[in-house]
Each structure stands twice: as C-alpha cells, then as structure tokens.
C-alpha cells in the first residue's frame, strides 16, 4: 500500500516538472535588458552591474587565488570546470537549449536573479509589473542568492541579505 502510494508521488512528481518545463523561457543575455535598462534617469542598471562583481565572476576564476586553490584540488583549469562556473556562471548554469544569446563572459547576468527574459522583455510585457511577473520575471528575494551565496562556494564570506543588497543595489527613482 505505501508503496503504491510513493509511486503515485513520484509519478505526480515528474508529471508536475513536465509541465512546467511545457512553457520554458529562454537566457537572452544583458546586451539585451541594455537596450532599456541604461538610462541614467531610470537607475542605469546596465553600468551598475558592469561595476559589481556579478559582472566580473569569470575573471576571478583566472584569478591567482582560484589557480592555487584548483592546484591543491586537483582542478585543471577553474574557469573550464563545471563545479565553479555553476556559480560564476549563468551561461553554465542553465540548460543548453534554454541559452538564447546569453554568453558566458557575462559571469552572474541580470537573468540568474530576474528569470529567464525571452518572454517578458518585449515592451508591451515589461511596461505590466503583473504581466512580467507572469511571463517569467522575478524579483528577486534572499533564497535567489543563497542558491549561490552558501558554502558550496570554497571562498564563501557569511552572507547579509541586506548589507550584501545595498552593494549591488540598482533601483530605478522613476518608479513609485
Ligand atoms: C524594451 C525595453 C525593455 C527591455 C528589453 C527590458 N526591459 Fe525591463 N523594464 C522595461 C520597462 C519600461 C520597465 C518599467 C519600469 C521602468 O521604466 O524601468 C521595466 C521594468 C523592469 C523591472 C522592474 C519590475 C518592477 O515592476 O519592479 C525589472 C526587474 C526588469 N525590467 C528587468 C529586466 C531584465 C532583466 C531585462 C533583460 C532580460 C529587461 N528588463 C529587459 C523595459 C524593458
Ligand atoms: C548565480 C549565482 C549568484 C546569485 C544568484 C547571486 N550571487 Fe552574488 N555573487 C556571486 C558570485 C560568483 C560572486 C563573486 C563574484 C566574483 O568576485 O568573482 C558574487 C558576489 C556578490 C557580492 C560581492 C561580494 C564581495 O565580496 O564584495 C555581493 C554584494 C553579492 N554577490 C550580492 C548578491 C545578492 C544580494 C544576491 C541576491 C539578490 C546575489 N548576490 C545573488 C554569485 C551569485
Ligand atoms: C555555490 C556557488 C559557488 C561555487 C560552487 C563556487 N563559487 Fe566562487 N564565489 C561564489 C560567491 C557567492 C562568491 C563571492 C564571495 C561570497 O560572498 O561568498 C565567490 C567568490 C569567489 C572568488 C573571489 C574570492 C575573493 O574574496 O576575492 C574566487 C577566486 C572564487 N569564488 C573561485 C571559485 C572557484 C575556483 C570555484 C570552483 C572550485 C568556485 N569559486 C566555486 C560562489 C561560488
Ligand atoms: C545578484 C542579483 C541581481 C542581478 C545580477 C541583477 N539584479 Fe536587478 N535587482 C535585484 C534585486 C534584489 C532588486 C530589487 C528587487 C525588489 O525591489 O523587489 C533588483 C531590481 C531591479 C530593477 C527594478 C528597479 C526598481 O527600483 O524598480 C530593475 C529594472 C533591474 N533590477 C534590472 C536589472 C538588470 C537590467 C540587470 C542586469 C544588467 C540586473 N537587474 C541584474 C537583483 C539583481
């Protein structure tokens, strides 16, 4: 009986994630979100995130710091092994057939913590909060950054929601 039951869950289970991936939405890359996101007058996200870390995370797997530490562990070249772009990442965190124009020089892009933008970025959809979030955008809370942000990482700092947002921090003073 309880294992009819667990069964019936797991097959519950992979019905619920077919459908889900039924209507998936593909990485578009930052060259993108640039075209509308770079205004000054609307918090310039583009060039703020060129200025934060998310923007640099591949060049610090070239960096002297990961070469000595894929030296002690075996790793040939950190910025080729999947166990550290997962992170440093977008391009390789995500499924090959979902990547459309993203790049993997982009490091951590706009779309590890907004969703995958193929489907909310056209300007119809962006301009409805509720349309955009129902197209794929995300605005994004502390568990976004804990899927990164955690002990996994071998460099990880004890991670602040709130002070580690306030230094990434791109809002837009137009909005109400
Ligand atoms: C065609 C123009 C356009 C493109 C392309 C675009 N956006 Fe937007 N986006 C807007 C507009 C317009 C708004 C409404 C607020 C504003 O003026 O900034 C908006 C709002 C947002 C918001 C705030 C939503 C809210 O209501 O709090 C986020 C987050 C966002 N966009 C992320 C992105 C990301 C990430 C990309 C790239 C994948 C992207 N956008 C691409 C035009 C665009
Ligand atoms: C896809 C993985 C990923 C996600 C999601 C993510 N980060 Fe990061 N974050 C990184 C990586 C990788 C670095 C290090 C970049 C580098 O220096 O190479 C980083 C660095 C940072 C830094 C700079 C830390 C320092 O040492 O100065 C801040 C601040 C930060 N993240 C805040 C956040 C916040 C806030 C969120 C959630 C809203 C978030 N991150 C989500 C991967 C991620
Ligand atoms: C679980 C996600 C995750 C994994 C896996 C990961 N990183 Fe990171 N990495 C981060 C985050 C997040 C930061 C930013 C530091 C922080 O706030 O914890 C970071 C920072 C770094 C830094 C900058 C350290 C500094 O303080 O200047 C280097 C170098 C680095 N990682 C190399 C690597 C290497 C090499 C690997 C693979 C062996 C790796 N990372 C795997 C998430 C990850
Ligand atoms: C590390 C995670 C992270 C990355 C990378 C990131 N954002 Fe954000 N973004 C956030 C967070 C957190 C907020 C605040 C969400 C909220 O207010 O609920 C935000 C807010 C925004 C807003 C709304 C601003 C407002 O005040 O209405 C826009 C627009 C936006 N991001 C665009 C972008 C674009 C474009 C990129 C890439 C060029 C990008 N973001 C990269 C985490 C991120």
């Given at each position: ?46 060039a ?31 910025a080729?092994e ?26 951590v892009?706009c ?9 909310y ?11 955009s ?9 502390k ?12 460099f990880?700092k ?19």
């Amino acid at each position: 009986m309880q294992i009819k039951k667990n069964l019936m869950l797991v097959c519950l289970a992979l019905f619920v994630a077919a459908s889900a991936s039924a209507q998936t939405f593909k990485y578009v890359g930052a060259d993108k979100c640039k075209i509308c996101h770079n205004k000054p007058a609307t918090g310039e996200q583009y060039a703020k995130w060129q200025k934060d870390l998310h923007s640099q995370a591949m060049k610090s797997l070239s960096s002297q710091a990961s070469l000595d530490y894929a030296k002690k562990n075996g790793i040939a070249d950190p910025a080729k092994e999947a166990k550290c772009l997962k992170c440093h990442s977008t391009f390789d965190a995500v499924a090959a057939n979902l990547r459309g124009g993203i790049t993997q020089a982009e490091g951590v892009s706009c779309e590890s913590c907004h969703g995958a933008g193929s489907a909310y970025k056209s300007p119809v959809i962006m301009k409805s909060k509720e349309q955009s979030l129902k197209n794929g955008l995300i605005l994004p809370t502390k568990e976004i950054c804990l899927q990164c942000h955690n002990k996994e990482n071998p460099f990880h700092k004890e991670f602040n929601f709130e002070t580690f947002s306030a230094k990434i921090a791109h809002p837009n003073p137009a909005a109400k």
